[in-house]
């Protein structure tokens, strides 16, 4: 699909994603992270209350997608990927724009974990007024990689 990236943004619809759409998230899952979420995982975070799971959809095409969980007053990014061949498009970005907007009707802060070496996301988060708060050591088992955390207020 090759689409001039002003017509891509402008045809991008943020919608809400359900177990028909699982394989499609996996596919962009599995290209997106060293250690992806598994099937059954995202199936579970589509059933709990408390998780939104949203998707960019471009005509019949998922390009990326943000779970956010909602807690009491605090919101966290609990993942967001976008197919590779659709980076730098400024997918990520509506897709962390809804995020903050929808927090910030639940919550007074929006967090999240990223690993230190993920200087797309951190780039990405830093964009959008997420500061860095701390550091999880060994936070990710695959390689002990350490998690930074990131927080926005709202
Ligand atoms: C992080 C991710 C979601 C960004 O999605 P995206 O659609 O490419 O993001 P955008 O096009 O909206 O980028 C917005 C800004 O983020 C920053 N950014 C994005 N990718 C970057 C990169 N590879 N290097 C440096 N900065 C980057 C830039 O500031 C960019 O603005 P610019 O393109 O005008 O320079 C995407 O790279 C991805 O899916 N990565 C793999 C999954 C992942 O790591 N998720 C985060 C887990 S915490």
Redesign the pocket.
């Known amino acids: 699909m090759s689409v001039h990236p002003d017509r891509l943004r402008e045809g991008i619809h943020i919608v809400s994603l359900s177990e028909k759409d699982l394989p499609e998230i996996m596919e962009i899952e599995s290209m997106?992270?060293t250690s992806p979420w598994s099937e059954n995982l995202f199936r579970q975070e589509l059933r709990n209350e408390r998780v939104e799971v949203m998707g960019a959809r471009f005509l019949n095409h998922l390009l990326?997608y943000v779970v956010l969980w909602h807690g009491f007053r605090e919101t966290h990014?609990m993942?967001?990927?976008?197919h590779?061949h659709?980076?730098?498009?400024?997918?990520?970005?509506?897709?962390?724009e809804y995020a903050i907007n929808r927090a910030r009707m639940k919550s007074d802060v929006l967090l999240?974990?990223?690993?230190v070496s993920?200087?797309?996301?951190i780039?990405?988060y830093k964009?959008y007024g997420f500061l860095p708060i701390g550091l999880r050591r060994k936070y990710y088992s695959d390689n002990n990689e350490d998690a930074l955390v990131m927080m926005k207020r709202l």
């Open positions: 997106s992270f990326g990014i993942n967001i990927a976008v590779p659709f980076r730098r498009r400024g997918i990520g970005s509506m897709l962390l999240l974990e990223v690993r993920n200087v797309p996301a780039q990405l964009r």
